[in-house]
């Protein structure tokens, strides 16, 4: 029976964060890993951080929709252009081998939602911004999942949210980019306000799960460097300063 686990998300390429993470959880001797999806996508250093994810022991990997789109063949898009050709086959097999979703007794793990790993659970994008959705529509909307926890990632910001019908979302935040921009369905920012590497520690006690949201310094200014010599200033910003506009 697992009684402790770590919950990473978003690691994109982020080598220096993730190693600074998988330390953390080694440290407070947490069983098991659930890496909720998007792993390579970014400029720091892609090849290494599959490599370090891949020796991984008891390890489960969700398939984020960055990791889906390395699978295709073309994209439109500047960080696929980079990353893409870096990939091995090995490790395009592996990233095959990622599941939509996990469940392991009372709790499931998505990348997005429960449904579709592009979407949004606890916030929604309006044209006048990212706003929280009620209680009442994520109920709704949870109706047809029978765990009682949700892990998601996908915004790369923490958070929880209990519903009144004892359904709890949890939200890690990100490994390695606790800052990005977005066009669609309306433009937005998510950011996470520090550039540290975020993930979450569950254990079992009294019969329950107990959940921490852990945030771990890390040399963020060495993986802003590495992306920026890559040509991505905008993802340097974000990693050195946890917001879009450093």
């Known amino acids: 029976m697992t009684d402790s686990i770590a919950v990473i998300s978003d690691i994109h390429s982020n080598i220096y964060a993730l190693d600074a993470v998988l330390e953390d959880i080694e440290a407070r001797k947490l069983h098991r890993i659930v890496n909720l999806g998007d792993s390579l996508f970014g400029p720091v250093d892609p090849v290494q951080t599959a490599q370090r994810l891949m020796n991984l022991e008891n390890a489960v990997h969700i398939m984020g929709n960055c990791d889906r789109i390395l699978l295709e063949s073309e994209a439109d898009s500047l960080t696929f252009r980079h990353v893409k050709p870096l990939l091995t086959e090995e490790i395009e097999r592996w990233i095959g081998t990622f599941s939509a979703t996990w469940t392991l007794e009372d709790m499931l793990f998505c990348h997005g939602t429960p449904f579709s790993d592009e979407h949004y659970l606890i916030e929604e994008v309006t ?22 926890w949700i892990y998601c990632g996908h915004t790369h910001v923490s958070r929880m949210v209990r519903l009144s019908d004892g359904k709890t979302i949890v939200n890690p935040g990100s490994v390695g980019l606790p800052a990005y921009e977005e066009e669609a369905p309306y433009p937005h920012v998510m950011e996470a306000g520090s550039p540290h590497a975020r993930y979450a520690a569950i254990r079992r006690m009294n019969g329950s ?12 200014h060495r993986a802003a460097a590495a992306a920026r010599q890559n040509g991505r200033d905008d993802y340097a910003t974000a990693i050195r300063t946890g917001r879009m506009l450093g």
Do not use: I, T
């Open 127 to 148: 044209e006048h911004g990212v706003k929280d959705k009620d209680a009442e529509r994520l109920s709704l909307e949870l109706q047809p999942v029978a765990a009682s």
């Open 209 to 220: 799960w107990v959940v921490e949201h852990v945030q771990v310094a890390y040399d963020w």
